[in-house]
């Protein structure tokens, strides 16, 4: 049987008040990956979750933010985006494909 590799989403509208849901789904379905949408942290406030690199982009005000949390059997690389007009919140990290993540 082939392994199935997972990756979330979640429009969480304040992780900080919802970090235990939130590990509780990272143990339960084990993904290599989970996106984050409004995140409402600020770049002052600390957020880590065991097992998993955090990449964030916070907004000043407390509102809106996104994260990438990528568990830490997947290697990291800098992905360089170009600069987007308006209010855009991104995080990217490239996943290699060719390797088997295990």
Not at 77 to 86: C, K, P
């Amino acid at each position: 049987m082939a392994s199935r590799q997972i990756f979330l989403q979640w429009n969480v509208r304040s992780v900080w008040h919802k970090k235990h849901d939130l590990i509780f789904l990272l143990n339960k379905f084990k993904p290599l990956a989970c996106s984050i949408a409004e995140t409402w942290l600020t770049p002052s406030l600390s957020f880590n979750i065991p097992h998993f690199n955090v990449l964030r982009c916070d907004r000043s005000d407390g509102y809106g933010g996104s994260a990438l949390l990528v568990n830490n059997r997947v290697p990291l690389s800098t992905l360089t985006l170009s600069a987007l007009d308006g209010d855009m919140n991104i995080v990217a990290d490239p996943f290699p494909v060719s390797k088997r993540v295990v």
